[in-house]
Antibody
Framework: QVQLQESGPGLVKPSETLSLTCTVS??????????WSWIRQPPGKGLEYIGYVYYSGSTNYNPSLKSRVTMSIDTSKNQFSLKLISVTAADTAVYYC???????????WGQGTLVTVSS | DIQMTQSPSSLSASVGDRVTITCRASQSISRYLHWYQQKPDKAPKLLISFASSLQTGVPSRFSGSGFGTDFTLTISSLQPEDFATYFC?????????FGQGTKLEI
């Protein structure tokens, strides 16, 4: 069974960098059939797509976040990562990693991790 | 950017009811429309892909239809475990926009 697990600090100070890692089991991030994605959800609100990283290292970012986002992939550890710079309170959200099947929909999700931006 | 608008934003219903949730795209997205169910404090779960393709293990009381700009998710006979929030998501663009969600309440 495919499982994804987010990890990283739950509290980040304003203007600093949010860093999260997603560890994948039951599937290989080296597979060319999937795109490894990040999605976030502010408390009580809807879902916002952040972007994906492909096994080759190519990326696609939501234009609204593109200037602050970097994603990377580590095939040796079967992990992928998210960095979001210059965070503000508006970046407080539950961050999910997910598997994007074929560049369309998200068939497996991590449980999510709450990241709060506060001093 | 493609905008996705769900209606209604919330819906009260009873066990056994038939309910329909609508998702409208601001431009044609062909069949690149997917539906998710989210329960409190849980990750979303994929129910239907490409407008009408039911995922393995999803009960047959769920169905989806539509093409172009107008899509529907129908639950034929509500069960207690169906009370949740439902989201649509387009994949015509690379921004993968989600609808704002429809909260289905008892």
């Amino acid at each position: 069974q495919v499982q994804l697990q987010e990890s990283g600090p739950g509290l980040v100070k304003p203007s600093e960098t949010l860093s999260l890692t997603c560890t994948v089991s039951g599937a290989s991030v080296s597979s060319g059939s999937y795109y490894w994605s990040w999605i976030r959800q502010p408390p009580g609100k809807g879902l916002e797509y952040i972007g994906y990283v492909y096994y080759s290292g190519s990326t696609n970012y939501n234009p609204s976040l593109k200037s602050r986002v970097t994603m990377s992939i580590d095939t040796s550890k079967n992990q992928f990562s998210l960095k979001l710079i210059s965070v503000t309170a508006a970046d407080t959200a539950v961050y999910y990693c997910a598997r994007d099947k074929g560049g369309n929909h998200f068939d497996f999700w991590g449980q999510g991790t709450l990241v709060t931006v506060s001093s | 950017d493609i905008q996705m608008t769900q209606s209604p934003s919330s819906l009260s219903a009873s066990v056994g009811d038939r309910v329909t949730i609508t998702c409208r795209a601001s431009q044609s997205i062909s069949r690149y429309l997917h539906w998710y169910q989210q329960k409190p404090d849980k990750a979303p779960k994929l129910l239907i892909s490409f407008a009408s393709s039911l995922q393995t293990g999803v009960p047959s009381r769920f169905s989806g239809s539509g093409f172009g700009t107008d899509f529907t998710l129908t639950i034929s006979s509500l069960q207690p475990e169906d009370f949740a929030t439902y989201f649509c998501q387009e994949s015509q663009s690379t921004s993968y926009t989600f609808g704002q969600g429809t909260k289905l309440e008892i």
